[in-house]
């Protein structure tokens, strides 16, 4: 497994400014994934985040609303950028975790997320 | 495409066996998840299945018939503890992201 830490827990923002939401793993892993939450919603991927190339984003995502930094393999951002109240959401960062065995799954674990309210 | 359906809500009462379906459509197979979210918790890993059948773990179990694109989560012995969203997911089409359904909302009571 891995165990994964999202900065801030949650925050209030105004409308207009922008937030960046830190996501740490305590090992090295390849895929790094982040989901969006709504009120009451299932998760929504916003984009695949792996070291050294640039994010993939999913259809209705993009770059310059939602940049995103992969530095290294342990540790990523998500800037959720001139923000509105229609950003207010759970932000989700995932691992992918390989098992190494042909028995075995490679599983997607979740982060404690960060709850934004923009008001 | 990619589309996957589940009941929004479900009530059980403590002890009691529930049954949670979800069908699925993608244009390529790489297995099917459930994931456990309490409220104001992130997902956790419940199980997986890539081959058709059963997997049992413990009080829950995961069936899969990739030839019908369904799947069923049941538990057994219901605790109120259960009570939780029930989140299907699938990988996408890449193989790597899940992609998820919206969540079966199970409550549990005494």
């Known amino acids: 497994s891995a165990v994964i830490s999202q900065k801030p827990s949650r925050d209030i923002c105004q409308r207009g400014t922008s937030l960046t939401i830190q996501c740490q793993v305590d090992s090295q892993v390849t895929m790094m994934f982040w989901y969006r939450q709504q009120p009451g919603q299932s998760l929504t991927l916003i984009a695949t985040?792996?070291?050294?190339?640039?994010?993939?984003?999913e259809s209705g995502f993009v770059i310059d609303k939602f940049p995103i930094s992969r530095p290294n393999l342990t540790f990523s951002t998500l800037t959720v950028s001139n923000m509105s109240p229609e950003d207010s959401s759970i932000y989700l960062c995932?691992?992918?975790?390989?098992?190494?065995?042909?028995?075995?799954?490679?599983?997607?674990?979740f982060g404690p997320g960060t709850r934004l309210t923009v008001l | 495409g990619q589309n996957i359906d589940q009941p929004t809500e479900m009530t059980a009462t403590e002890g009691a066996i529930v049954q949670i379906n979800c069908t699925y459509q993608?244009?390529?197979?790489?297995?099917l998840f459930w994931y456990q979210q309490h409220a104001g918790e992130a997902p956790t890993f419940l199980s997986y299945n890539v081959l058709d059948g059963l997997e049992e773990k413990g009080r829950f179990s995961s069936f899969l018939s990739r030839s019908k694109g369904y799947s069923y989560l049941l538990l057994k012995e219901l605790q109120m503890k259960d009570s939780a969203s029930y989140l299907c997911?699938?990988?996408?089409?890449?193989?790597?992201?899940?992609?998820f359904g919206k969540g079966t909302t199970l409550s549990v009571s005494s």
């Open positions: 997911a699938h990988l996408g089409q890449a193989g790597t992201a899940l992609i």
């Open positions: 985040a792996n070291q050294g190339s640039e994010a993939t984003y």
């Open positions: 995932s691992v992918e975790v390989i098992s190494g065995r042909t028995s075995a799954v490679d599983t997607q674990y």
């Open positions: 993608t244009s390529g197979f790489n297995g």
